[in-house]
C-alpha cells in the first residue's frame, strides 16, 4: 500500500497570503494524484486531479505541482473560505490512499 | 445539477447489518463509475470500495474485503453499499462519490455507527 504523508500538519496563514501544502508519496505514483478540501460540515470537494489539473469550477488561486513522489498544493492570496482540511490522494496504485490532511487556520 | 444523496445510516451493533444507498441525479449514472469513502470521526478520508459502470468489476479496500459488497442499480441510478459483519471501527460517515481515480463530487455522507 503506498503511504502518503503530508506537511506540515496545520499551517497558519494570515488572509491575502501564499499557502503551500506538501504531499510525499512512498513510491512513485507518476501524476496520479489529486487534491480535495474538507470544510466541516460540507461533502469533501475536489480541487486538483492528475497533479496539476484544475477541477471544474475552482478558482485559479489553487495550484498544483509535482510527480513521482513529491506534490504541492498552492494557494496563492488566501480567502477566507479557504481554511479548511486539505488531502490529497493517490490513484496509481489499488488500494487508493489519501494522505492524513494539512490544516489550514487563519494567522 | 449533479447530485448524490446517501441514505441507510444509522447505530447498529457489532456483528450486524446495514446497506446504505445513494441516489444519484442530473448525470448519465450508468457511464461512470462510483465509489464510496469514509471518514471516522476526527480522521481523514479512506477510500473504501468502487463499482465499473456495468457492476462488472468491483474493488475494496483490504479492511472490508469479505464483509462489504458495493453494487448499483443502472435503471433506478443507484449505488448501494451492504455492510455486513460490521466493527468498531466501521464507524464512520460514508460517502457516495463519483468516479474510479479521483472522486467528483461527493454527497453528503450517511453516518454509521457501530456500537
Known amino acids: 500500500e503506498i503511504v502518503m504523508t503530508q506537511s506540515p500538519a496545520t499551517l497558519s496563514v494570515s488572509p491575502g497570503e501564499r499557502a503551500t501544502l506538501s504531499c510525499r508519496a512512498s513510491q512513485s505514483i507518476s501524476s496520479n494524484l489529486a487534491w480535495y478540501q474538507d470544510k466541516p460540515g460540507q461533502a469533501p470537494r475536489l480541487l486538483i486531479y492528475d497533479a496539476s489539473t484544475r477541477a471544474t469550477g475552482v478558482p485559479a488561486r489553487f495550484s498544483g505541482s509535482g510527480s513521482g513522489t513529491e506534490f504541492t498544493l498552492t494557494i496563492s492570496s488566501l480567502q477566507s473560505e479557504d481554511f479548511a482540511v486539505y488531502y490529497c490522494q493517490q490513484y496509481n496504485n489499488w488500494p487508493y490512499t489519501f494522505g492524513q490532511g494539512t490544516k489550514l487556520e487563519i494567522k | 445539477e449533479v447530485q448524490l444523496v446517501e441514505s441507510g445510516g444509522g447505530l447498529v451493533q457489532p456483528g450486524g447489518s446495514l446497506r446504505l444507498s445513494c441516489a444519484a441525479s442530473?448525470?448519465?449514472?450508468?457511464?461512470?463509475?462510483m465509489s464510496w469513502v469514509r471518514q471516522a470521526p476526527g480522521k481523514g478520508l479512506e477510500w473504501v470500495a468502487n463499482?465499473?459502470?456495468?457492476?462488472?468489476?468491483?474493488y475494496y479496500v483490504d479492511s472490508v474485503k469479505g464483509r462489504f459488497t458495493i453494487s448499483r442499480d443502472n435503471v433506478k441510478n443507484s449505488l448501494y453499499l451492504q455492510m455486513n459483519g460490521l466493527r468498531v471501527e466501521d464507524t464512520a460517515v460514508y460517502y457516495c462519490?463519483?468516479?474510479?481515480?479521483?472522486?467528483?463530487?461527493w454527497g453528503q455522507g450517511t453516518l454509521v455507527t457501530v456500537s
Open positions: 462519490t463519483r468516479g474510479r481515480n479521483c472522486f467528483d463530487p
Open positions: 442530473g448525470f448519465t449514472f450508468r457511464t461512470y463509475w
Open positions: 463499482i465499473k459502470q456495468d457492476g462488472g468489476e468491483k
